[in-house]
C-alpha cells in the first residue's frame, strides 16, 4: 500500500474473473484515502459538513471495511 494510490487493476471491479488481492488492495486504498480526509487532513471539515453528511460517510467507511474483511476472507484459507 505504499507510494501513490492507484488501482490494483483497471479491470479490478468490473471483469468476471476477480483478482481477490487486488480488489482487497484497492478496498484499503480507499478506506485510507477516505479516513484520512476524516482525521488525517486535520482542517475540520469533517465536523463541518453537518450530521447527515458525517452520517453518509461514515456509512461508506464502514462498506468498505466490511467488503475488505469478505475479500480477505475469501484469500484466507478454510480452516
Not at 501513490?4 to 488492495?25: I, N
Not at 465536523?47 to 461508506?60: F, K, M, S
Request: aromatic content about 8%.
Amino acid at each position: 500500500m505504499a507510494g501513490a494510490a492507484k488501482p490494483a487493476s483497471a479491470d479490478a471491479t468490473t471483469t468476471t474473473t476477480r483478482d481477490p488481492a487486488g480488489l482487497l488492495e484497492n478496498k484499503l486504498e480507499q478506506l485510507n484515502s477516505l479516513l484520512w480526509c476524516f482525521y488525517g487532513a486535520g482542517d475540520g471539515w469533517f465536523q463541518d459538513a453537518g450530521e447527515a453528511h458525517r452520517e453518509n460517510l461514515l456509512w461508506i467507511a464502514s462498506d468498505l471495511a466490511r467488503e475488505a474483511v469478505a475479500l480477505y476472507q475469501e484469500m484466507s484459507p478454510a480452516g
